[in-house]
């Protein structure tokens, strides 16, 4: 049968770009591009992407497995879905990406860099959401999701959690009781744009949108899955149409906001987070966060818990954030 990822790591050419089940239609739109139509009118367009980063497998594999399920007809389609593998080169050498960040590009910034295959994807993978969520609306769906599975780099006081970004709007009931039944430990309230998928999807598209953290990045084969059952069943209630999952979490659903955007701006920048220090530990007030001629951060609430926490971005880009707990 088809498999979506071992097709996109081959780089090979299709032989047979659409295709049917007895329940759906289902088209390959480019590398690592899988749309799915079931046959029946439906209300809801569902992008869910993976590999933006491409050493981030566990998100990968899970979604694999969903669309393999989709398309043996183990489980029924009853959303409009578009699938992506976000960034096949960077997913072949296990490596965050090859040139550039891809998740900094979106909403047009890919027109900032000097041009290279991820400034291309990034345009193609704007252009096929595109035409998904349009050619979706023409068919009846007027609901849109887009879920970004990611993992982080560094281990987590909170496993799984989740990235809104930031929008004028008030975030979907929907999305955030989706998001409490998939069992995420704390969901991070994005405060500026951004130039990753999911601030593009939900800008552009008005599509419910968070970015998904699952765990720590590991190569291709070594992921504890039974780290992510909930987001797998919350994902696969989606799908399917099916009623949301209980969640199966011992605490509640945390919040916290961004208060500040660390940014790598200065050759000389210097990061005093620790190297071995979790996402989500807390510095107190007067902690000095980073350092660079002209700009030191420090930690301005009485507590603030860092994120992403990694003095080795490119210049330009975020090197941290910091949150407090709403
Ligand atoms: O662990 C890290 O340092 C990064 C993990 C990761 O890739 N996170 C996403 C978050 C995107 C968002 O803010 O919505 C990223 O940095 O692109
Ligand atoms: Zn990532």
């Not at 071992?6 to 047979?16: I, Q, R, Y």
């Not at 780099?153 to 008030?170: A, E, K, M, T, Y």
């Amino acid at each position: 049968m088809f498999d979506l990822l071992a097709m996109t790591l081959s780089g090979d050419p299709v032989a047979e770009p659409c295709g049917q089940t007895e329940t759906l239609d289902w088209q390959w739109r480019g590398e690592g591009i899988l749309e799915l139509s079931p046959r029946q009118p439906c209300e809801t367009a569902v992008v869910i992407s993976a590999g933006v980063h491409g050493n981030e497998t566990a998100p990968i594999e899970l979604l694999n497995q969903l669309v393999d399920d989709l398309l043996s007809g183990a489980r029924p389609l009853t959303v409009r879905l578009l699938v992506l593998l976000g960034n096949p080169p960077s997913m072949r050498i296990n490596q965050r990406y090859v040139e550039a960040d891809m998740n900094r590009m979106f909403g047009g910034r890919h027109a900032r860099y000097k041009p290279n295959d991820e400034t291309r994807r990034a345009q193609e993978l704007e252009q096929v959401m595109a035409l998904f969520y349009r050619s979706a609306s023409a068919a009846g769906a007027t609901q849109r999701f887009h879920y970004d599975l990611h993992t982080a780099i560094r281990g987590s006081q909170h496993v799984r959690f989740g990235l809104l970004p930031f929008q004028p709007r008030q975030q979907g009931k929907v999305m955030l009781e989706w998001l409490d039944a998939a069992g995420l430990d704390a969901l991070v309230h994005h405060r500026s744009p951004g130039g990753t998928f999911t601030h593009f999807s939900s800008e552009v598209f008005q599509a419910d949108s968070c970015t998904l953290e699952l765990g720590k990045a590991s190569p291709f084969g070594s992921n504890d899955h039974a780290q992510f059952s909930g987001v797998r069943r919350a994902l696969e209630t989606l799908v399917s149409g099916e009623p949301l999952p209980e969640r199966e979490a011992d605490s509640p659903l945390l919040h916290y906001r961004v208060v500040q955007d660390v940014i790598r701006s200065k050759e000389d920048f210097q990061l005093f987070v620790p190297g071995d220090a979790l996402n989500f530990t807390a510095f107190k007030k007067g902690f000095v966060i980073a350092q660079e001629s002209g700009k030191t951060y420090r930690v301005e609430a009485e507590e603030e818990v860092v994120l992403f926490p990694n003095p080795n971005v490119a210049m330009g880009l975020r090197a941290g954030l910091m949150l407090t707990k709403m």
